[in-house]
Protein backbone atom coordinates (compact mmCIF):
# COMPACT_ATOMS: atom_id res chain seq x y z
CA UNK A 1 0.00 0.00 0.00
CA UNK A 2 1.28 3.82 -0.84
CA UNK A 3 0.35 6.39 1.08
CA UNK A 4 1.07 10.21 -0.49
CA UNK A 5 1.01 13.13 2.14
CA UNK A 6 1.37 16.87 0.16
CA UNK A 7 2.43 19.68 1.93
CA UNK A 8 3.21 23.13 1.23
CA UNK A 9 -0.40 25.08 0.25
CA UNK A 10 -1.82 28.05 1.69
CA UNK A 11 -3.12 31.38 0.77
CA UNK A 12 -0.71 33.47 -1.58
CA UNK A 13 -1.49 36.93 -2.93
CA UNK A 14 -1.28 37.49 -7.34
CA UNK A 15 2.35 37.07 -8.31
CA UNK A 16 3.27 35.03 -5.78
CA UNK A 17 5.26 31.34 -5.59
CA UNK A 18 4.69 27.88 -3.27
CA UNK A 19 6.20 24.90 -3.71
CA UNK A 20 4.12 21.54 -3.00
CA UNK A 21 5.75 18.95 -2.01
CA UNK A 22 4.59 15.28 -1.58
CA UNK A 23 5.98 12.61 0.20
CA UNK A 24 5.22 8.36 -0.90
CA UNK A 25 5.65 5.42 1.61
CA UNK A 26 7.02 2.32 0.15
CA UNK A 27 10.09 1.32 -2.33
CA UNK A 28 8.55 1.69 -5.86
CA UNK A 29 8.53 5.83 -6.01
CA UNK A 30 11.72 5.11 -8.05
CA UNK A 31 9.76 3.24 -10.63
CA UNK A 32 6.75 5.07 -10.54
CA UNK A 33 5.42 8.47 -12.47
CA UNK A 34 4.27 11.21 -10.75
CA UNK A 35 1.48 13.48 -11.49
CA UNK A 36 0.15 16.90 -9.46
CA UNK A 37 -3.46 17.29 -10.35
CA UNK A 38 -5.94 19.81 -9.10
CA UNK A 39 -9.43 20.61 -8.58
CA UNK A 40 -11.12 24.14 -8.13
CA UNK A 41 -14.72 23.88 -7.11
CA UNK A 42 -17.33 22.92 -9.28
CA UNK A 43 -14.80 21.75 -12.07
CA UNK A 44 -13.08 18.59 -13.00
CA UNK A 45 -10.06 17.29 -12.04
CA UNK A 46 -7.57 18.44 -14.36
CA UNK A 47 -3.87 17.52 -14.83
CA UNK A 48 -0.91 20.40 -14.02
CA UNK A 49 2.05 18.54 -14.35
CA UNK A 50 3.70 15.55 -14.26
CA UNK A 51 7.08 13.17 -14.58
CA UNK A 52 8.23 10.07 -15.57
CA UNK A 53 10.31 7.77 -13.59
CA UNK A 54 12.83 8.59 -16.65
CA UNK A 55 12.36 12.37 -15.57
CA UNK A 56 10.28 13.56 -18.77
CA UNK A 57 8.30 16.30 -17.64
CA UNK A 58 4.73 17.54 -19.78
CA UNK A 59 2.49 20.79 -18.48
CA UNK A 60 -0.97 22.18 -19.09
CA UNK A 61 -0.49 24.80 -20.97
CA UNK A 62 -2.01 27.11 -18.35
CA UNK A 63 0.99 26.65 -16.40
CA UNK A 64 3.69 26.27 -18.79
CA UNK A 65 6.75 28.32 -17.95
CA UNK A 66 5.26 29.70 -14.12
CA UNK A 67 5.55 25.29 -12.40
CA UNK A 68 7.80 23.46 -12.38
CA UNK A 69 7.35 19.78 -11.22
CA UNK A 70 10.39 17.82 -10.17
CA UNK A 71 11.23 14.67 -8.25
CA UNK A 72 13.87 13.71 -5.39
CA UNK A 73 13.83 9.88 -5.73
CA UNK A 74 16.51 9.27 -2.69
CA UNK A 75 13.57 11.52 -0.66
CA UNK A 76 11.23 9.61 -2.27
CA UNK A 77 9.46 12.72 -2.83
CA UNK A 78 7.59 15.01 -6.15
CA UNK A 79 7.49 18.43 -6.05
CA UNK A 80 5.95 21.67 -8.01
CA UNK A 81 7.31 24.63 -7.73
CA UNK A 82 4.51 27.65 -8.48
CA UNK A 83 5.53 30.90 -9.75
CA UNK A 84 3.43 33.85 -10.88
CA UNK A 85 0.30 32.17 -9.12
CA UNK A 86 -2.99 33.67 -10.59
CA UNK A 87 -6.27 33.47 -9.14
CA UNK A 88 -7.30 31.44 -11.33
CA UNK A 89 -4.76 29.33 -10.27
CA UNK A 90 -6.68 28.71 -6.52
CA UNK A 91 -7.93 25.15 -5.91
CA UNK A 92 -7.17 21.62 -4.28
CA UNK A 93 -3.72 20.31 -5.58
CA UNK A 94 -3.31 16.64 -5.75
CA UNK A 95 -0.34 14.45 -5.91
CA UNK A 96 -0.92 10.85 -8.01
CA UNK A 97 1.67 7.64 -8.07
CA UNK A 98 1.03 5.88 -10.83
CA UNK A 99 2.96 2.53 -11.80
CA UNK A 100 2.76 -1.01 -13.52
CA UNK A 101 1.89 -1.93 -17.27
CA UNK A 102 -0.20 -4.25 -18.42
CA UNK A 103 -1.64 -3.26 -15.15
CA UNK A 104 -1.80 0.21 -14.29
CA UNK A 105 -2.09 1.02 -10.37
CA UNK A 106 -2.73 4.51 -9.16
CA UNK A 107 -2.59 6.18 -5.79
CA UNK A 108 -3.92 9.54 -4.34
CA UNK A 109 -3.20 11.93 -2.15
CA UNK A 110 -5.87 13.72 0.24
CA UNK A 111 -4.66 16.96 -1.24
CA UNK A 112 -3.77 20.63 -0.40
CA UNK A 113 -5.34 24.08 -0.29
CA UNK A 114 -3.70 26.59 -2.55
CA UNK A 115 -5.35 29.81 -2.60
CA UNK A 116 -4.36 32.94 -4.64
CA UNK A 117 -5.99 36.12 -3.73
CA UNK A 118 -5.89 39.32 -5.96
Known amino acids: QVQLVESGGGLVQAGGSLRLSCAASGSIFSIADMGWYRQAPGKQRELVAGITRGGSTNYADVVKGRFTISRENGKNTVYLQMNNLKPEDTAVYYC????????????WGQGTQVTVSS
Open 96 to 107: NLAYGRSTRYSY
